[in-house]
Each structure stands twice: as C-alpha cells, then as structure tokens.
C-alpha cells in the first residue's frame, strides 16, 4: 500500500496491473475450491445421515456446485414491491465483497500474501466486524416481518461474539508480539509442538482459547448450531426470506468465503500456518517456489480439515435457544476470554519479554529491526531471518535466541 | 498518486456526511453515516496511521454504528412530524454549525500558517500501533487507566438501570436441570383399583 502511494509513471501502471493480477488469481482459485468445498460440506452432511448427498452431475457429483450456479444466475431476480430496492440489492453485494476482502492479508504460503499489512489481524478483525451490515441492511430492505426478525437476532448475535473473538485474537497476539499476520504464522516455526495451540507452558490457555475462538467463529457466520437468523423452524429463512436467484446466490456464497476465512484464521492464529507439523530435514535446500507450493498444499489441507469440523458440527449438533446463545457469548467465553488475556499478558511479560533489553540496545537507530549495519558487531545464528528480508524483527530475535 | 488517492476519498467523506443530512429515510442517513466512517477510515491510513484506521473501523463501525442502526430500524417514523420541528432547531443548529466551521479554520490556518512541520504517524517507533503503545502505557498510563474505569462505571450503570427481578418469570437452570436424577423425578405408585390417588 505504502509502496504503490510512492510510485509513479510506469511503474505505478505495472504495480497496479500486477496487484489486480494478484488478487484475480486468488479469487478465482479461492472460489473453485469454494465450490467444491460446498460439495463437500452437503456429502458430510448426507453421510452423517446415512445418504449418499448429490450424485448426479459429474462423477461422484463433483459437478454439482456449478450446476447449482448456473441455475441460480439464469433464474429471474424477484424484487418484493414494497423492497427498498437499493439497499435490497446493495445487501447481498456488501456481504461478498467483505467475505472476499478479508482474504487479501491472509498469508496462505511463505511469501503468498496480495497484501501484508502491519495490521493484518486488526484489518481482519474489522473486516469480520463489518459482515453483520450485509445480513441487517437485507432483513430490514426485505421489508417484510421475518427477514426482519431475522436481521435483528443477527446483529445481536455478531456483535455479541465479536467481542469473545476479539479477546482470543488480542492473547495470540500477546504471545506474538506483532500485528502481522506473517509474523503470526512465522512465531510457530519448528514443529507441532511450536504450534500456539500445543507449545508447551501456554497450551493450558490457548488450547481452550482456540476451542472459544472455534465456537465463536461458527456463531460469527451463523452456522449450525448458531444458525438463529436463518432458523427454519421459527423464520422461514430469516434475513434471507425474499431473496431469489443471483442476490441469493451472493448471500451464500459470501457465507461460505466467511466461514472459509474462519478457518484460515483458525490455522493461521492456533495451527501453525503453512507449516508442516514436523519438520522435515533437507527441505532448506529446495528453491524457494517449490517450498511456498508445498506450504500451500499443508496451508490447504489444514484449512480443509477445519471445515471438515464446521461441517461435522452442523450435522451432529442441535440448534441452540436464542437465551442459551446469549448466555453462552456473554456468561461464559467474555470472562474466560478475559482470565485468558491476563494470563497471557503475565506470561509474555516475565517469561517471553527475556533478552528485549538486548534487542533494543543492538538497534542503535531504534528503527524496531536490526539491519545489516546494527548486525555487523553480532553473530547470530542462521536462519534467524525467517522472511529473508535481510533484517531481524523482535520475534525473529527471539526465536533465534530460544 | 497519494495525492489522487487523498482527493477521492475526501470527496467521498464529505458528499456522504452531506448525505447524513439530506437523506429522508432515517436508515438510509446511517447507512451514509456508516460509509463516511469507513472512507475516514482510509485516510487514517493514507497519513500512516494504520492502527487507528482499523480502530476506527472495528469500533465506530463494527459496534457503534451498528447499534445505531439497531435502534433505527426499530423506530416507528412519522416523517412529516419530523420535518415539523425544523425550524425550532434552525437558529441553535446554526450556531453549532458555525462553531464547527470555525474550528475547521483554525486547524487549517494552523495548518498551512504554522510551523514547517511534517506530520508523522508514528514518531520514534517502526509502526503506529507501536508508537501509540509507547506513550499511551507510560506517560498516559493514569488516563488511560481512569478512562477505563469511567468505561466500566458508565456500563454497569446501564446494566443497573435495565436490570430488574421477575419472580414470575421462569429461568433455565442449566445445572440443575442436568444434574437432576432420575429417583428425584419419578416414583413409583402401586395405584389400587376403583381409588385411584
């Protein structure tokens, strides 16, 4: 971003065409996956149920998605005439575009990132904040009860679990030291064991701090067992009442691109990113796309398996009462969240803060790197610089020094 | 290219703030209220800062403003009675209006008279978010604790005030309802023929 306000001339022209060709290409890979990914959440769920799902189109079904797209695009769009049509149709845009926005600081390899923000956990958080708009501004443009109904119960609800989310995401961060979501990923390096979920002293916290941001994060998009929004039994289909063919078709797609970015901040803030969860000897010395392909490969599965949870959860577990959810965001995660975060912050303070003096004094012109100058009277050991930017930021000190 | 960047979005600010105004339906005013918050946002991070950009997004519009709209939604309008009052208003309306103005003025007379000094984001630290750490957490660290606590007052003042006891009305008592056995809840009766109990 900084970059691209400082240029000018053929060069911006190539930045910007090279940014645009970044983010088409992660669109459009993220939304083939997205489609398959469908497939597979309704085989779990018929499997769970002892069904064999959809099996028609294409072998195994494979094919069922885009016959499911093409279906809803060629279908007639019916406005209610009472909508308030702009916003009506403004809703559903809304919710695609920010479920899309928030993969552009998602880190999916070494290096693999359209957009590395230093306050890429901020921006996500934001971004996630921000998705109730498409669901309110839908239930009340509908302008018809349920939808209505169901735009309220949302906007309670996101609101309500944002706030447990938030705390999780602040007792990461405390472990971390740094905003970015690559210093994130990079912070467990080494193995299963380095993961933030399992390292050893912390694991009493944030492994119940993952399980709270796992429940949160399935309340946050409304899946089962949290779907009140959309609770057939009570609103029909909620906020989603009087939505047909391709609006409807954006509503859903943005729910799954959401809970897809669920499970990346899953695996990114508690599972170790793209890396493997034990090391494997000699990869050092493979070139540099073959280790960000592979990294994309472990990202992918791990991102797979979460959904592979969040489609179990939706299969075995009944819905909630809208009091129990209530009880359950405010009685219940807040204040663990927040025990959590004071433990944390004690811990980063007397345990993880060892060595700072050091780091501050070596950087002379207290830029918060070390740069070849500073580095020049110290030998620190390879393979520090886990980014290969050429300098050494706090976190990658300390994992050098531990 | 900081420069058309700058331009665009402050166009956007103002038209949308002008929007807040002008727009009849009191939901579509939010809505507009919600896009100059978001286009502020932008340049928050075209100045640098990025972290209180984010800020700004996760709290005026992730909570804030969605608890405006919240209770706009909810309100029951008579357009014509609000239209009503509006020359009641106009003179005090004014009046703030003008002081707003002039305090625009002199930020930028301040501005563009002052000193040669260049603005930075984040003075003496690699980040915003760093800098803003720096002094919030020693040389403010007394007000910022104190506003914490007129935060906390002002929130369980609220839930005093909304917080009331119904005897009538029947709880779910989660522990009790899963601890219960099954002999607290059953017996057996020999019921004898032609009596009953």
Redesign the interface.
Known sequence: ??K?????GND?VIAILLAVAQILALVLIMLVCIAFLLLFDRKVWAAVQMRKGPNVVGPFGLLQSFADLLKFILKEIVIPAGA?KT?FLLAPIITLTLALVGWAVIPVAPGWVVAD???GV??L??IS??G??GI??GG?ASNSKYP?LG??RS??QM?SY?VSI?FVIVSVLLLVGS?NLSDVVANQDGGIWNWHAFAFPTIFVMFPMFVIFFISALAETNRPPFDLPEAESELVAGYQVEYSSSPYLMFMIGEYVSIVLMCAMLTILFFGGWHMPVPIPGTENLPDWLLSLGGLLVFMVKVTFFFFLFAMVKAIVPRYRY??LMRLGWKIFLPTSLVAVVLIGGYATFMNAQGRPDFDAMDAD????LEASELAAVTLPMGVDANNDGRISWPEYRRGAR | MALIAFYILSTIVVLSALFVVAARNPVHSVLWLILAFFTSAGLLVLIGAEFLAMLLVVVYVGAVAVLFLFVVMMLDIDFVALKQGFQNYLVVGALIALALLAEIGIVAAAATFGGGETFNASPGAPTNAEALSRVLYTDYLLLFQMSGIVLLVAMMGAIVLTLRSRPSVKRQNIAEQTGRKRKDAVELKDVRPGQGL
């Open positions: 971003m900084e691209l306000l400082e240029i000018s911006l308030n916003v923000l230093n306050v901020l921006y958080f934001a904040s921000l109730v708009y309110i501004m009340w209505f735009g309220l906007a309670a609101v944002e938030g905003l009091d129990q207290n830029s918060g790197y």
